[in-house]
């Protein structure tokens, strides 16, 4: 089957710190990659994507590439920002196949602190 | 402008109750879907639609009933509602080709 393994949370930085949130994949066919942002009381917001190996994604300074050979997308960013606090999940979907659903990690909390 | 709507944001209600939460779309998408995140977070497919037809109807108890009454809507109605299923509950819509999905604000269901 599918899945999505993040790194467990929460990650606690402070500002202008160096972010880097893990995660790895499972597919049974070639999916697209998204990482998706929760801001406390809100939805969820595409934060960027990538549809095939060595894209990269980026998007508010994040930053995400396609590793199709360690089958991982991790996000990054250079200097995180008290804003930048919420629930961070990875996710894949499978544009292949019928199903056509995202399926997402456990999400990773991200806490900054000034 | 609203994208993707979900009516209501919360939700309080007894054990044993019928309720239902209502999604709409005004991006012109022929598939929607419903997420359903629990206390920890953690996300799930549901049930998808596409062009009001059944796509994805996941391990869910039959006590909820998706109802697609035109390609912008899709509601989910939840009969005999438990402790169990206090969660948030996400709608989301995406146009067929396209990979993105975009997400209502979501549903804050209790059950006393």
């Known amino acids: 089957g599918n899945s999505v393994t993040q790194m467990e949370g929460p990650v606690t930085l402070s500002e202008e710190a160096f972010l880097t949130i893990n995660c790895t994949y499972t597919?049974?066919?070639?999916?697209?990659l998204f990482w998706y942002v929760q801001y406390p009381g809100e939805g969820l917001q595409l934060l960027l994507k990538?549809?095939?190996?060595?894209d990269k994604g980026s998007n508010k300074g994040f930053e995400a590439t396609y590793r199709k050979e360690t089958t991982s997308f991790h996000l990054e960013k250079g200097s995180v920002q008290v804003s930048d606090s919420a629930v961070y999940f990875c996710?894949?979907?499978?544009?292949?196949?019928?199903?056509?659903?995202?399926?997402f990690g456990s999400g990773t909390r991200l806490q900054v602190q000034p | 402008d609203t994208a993707v709507s979900q009516t209501p944001k919360y939700l309080v209600t007894q054990m044993g109750n019928d309720k239902s939460i209502k999604c709409e779309q005004n991006?012109?998408?022929?598939?929607m879907y419903w997420y359903k995140q629990d206390s920890k977070k953690f996300l799930k497919i549901m049930f998808s639609?596409?062009?009001?037809?059944?796509?994805i109807n996941e391990t869910v108890p039959n006590r909820f009933s998706p109802k697609s009454p035109d390609k912008a809507h899709l509601n989910l109605h939840i009969n005999s509602l438990e402790l169990g299923d206090s969660a948030v509950y996400f709608c989301?819509?995406?146009?067929?080709?396209?990979?993105?999905?975009?997400f209502g604000p979501g549903t804050r269901l209790t059950v006393l």
């Open positions: 989301a819509s995406r146009q067929s080709l396209y990979n993105e999905q975009f």
């Open positions: 597919a049974t066919g070639y999916p697209s």
């Open positions: 990538a549809t095939k190996a060595d």
């Open positions: 996710a894949l979907i499978l544009m292949d196949t019928g199903r056509r659903a995202l399926t």
């Open positions: 991006l012109g998408h022929d598939t």
């Open positions: 639609y596409n062009n009001k037809e059944l796509i």
